[in-house]
């Protein structure tokens, strides 16, 4: 008896979980043209430039890029800072401090064309590691000249000619990174 009992119980609550899914036909509609976005992580950048202490960030950074012997490891640190200063503008413009967010943004542009300068150096070896690290420098450069395109298409900034200056600076640095590829 128990047995059918529970048959019975276990059989209701299976029927029960079912029910019955529609789909909604849409009207067919024009796709939209806007570009999809970049998938690329930027990582958390820490400490920004507004904090008095910043200053001990920067000179560790830039110890740090002097004892880097190995390159690759070089190019993978200079895009890795280049990631963190475009993260760090995109926090700084949050808090409305657009000018240092524009100053934060060009070093990390100087970062990253360090890196296409440094990648070419070491790019007659083609191994799998030189192949993702170019990856990623192209993931890094895609990211940038999308959030640049966005801050500049924002209508309550003061400075976008600074932002468009950078964002040309970008647009040279992808053709000529695709020129020399």
């Known amino acids: 008896m128990l047995k059918v009992l529970a048959a019975v119980i276990v059989a209701f609550s299976f029927f029960g979980m079912l029910t019955l899914a529609l789909a909604q036909e849409s009207s067919p509609q024009a796709p939209k043209s806007s570009p999809s976005p970049v998938i690329y992580s930027l990582p958390f950048p820490g400490i920004l430039p507004d904090h008095p202490l910043f200053f001990v960030k920067v000179l560790?950074?830039?110890?740090?890029?002097?004892?880097?012997?190995?390159?690759?490891?070089?190019?993978?640190f200079l895009i890795l800072l280049a990631d963190k200063?475009?993260?760090?503008?995109?926090?700084?413009?949050?808090?409305?401090?657009?000018?240092?967010?524009?100053?934060?943004?060009?070093?990390?542009?100087?970062?990253?064309?360090?890196?296409?300068?440094?990648?070419?150096?070491?790019?007659?070896?083609?191994?799998?590691?030189?192949?993702?690290?170019?990856?990623?420098?192209?993931?890094?450069?895609?990211?940038?000249?999308?959030?640049?395109?966005?801050?500049?298409?924002r209508t309550d900034l003061n400075s976008v000619d600074q932002f468009n200056r950078l964002f040309t600076q970008l647009k040279?640095?992808?053709?000529?990174?695709?020129?020399?590829k």
Do not use: H
């Open 172 to 180: 040279t640095l992808a053709d000529d990174y695709n020129l020399k």
């Open 60 to 76: 560790r950074d830039k110890i740090l890029l002097i004892l880097i012997s190995n390159q690759v490891k070089r190019v993978d």
């Open 85 to 153: 200063y475009l993260k760090m503008s995109m926090m700084l413009l949050d808090k409305n401090k657009e000018d240092l967010a524009a100053k934060t943004l060009a070093d990390g542009v100087g970062y990253l064309s360090q890196a296409e300068v440094e990648i070419f150096k070491i790019s007659n070896s083609n191994t799998s590691e030189v192949r993702s690290l170019k990856d990623r420098f192209e993931g890094s450069l895609a990211k940038e000249q999308e959030v640049v395109e966005g801050i500049i298409n």
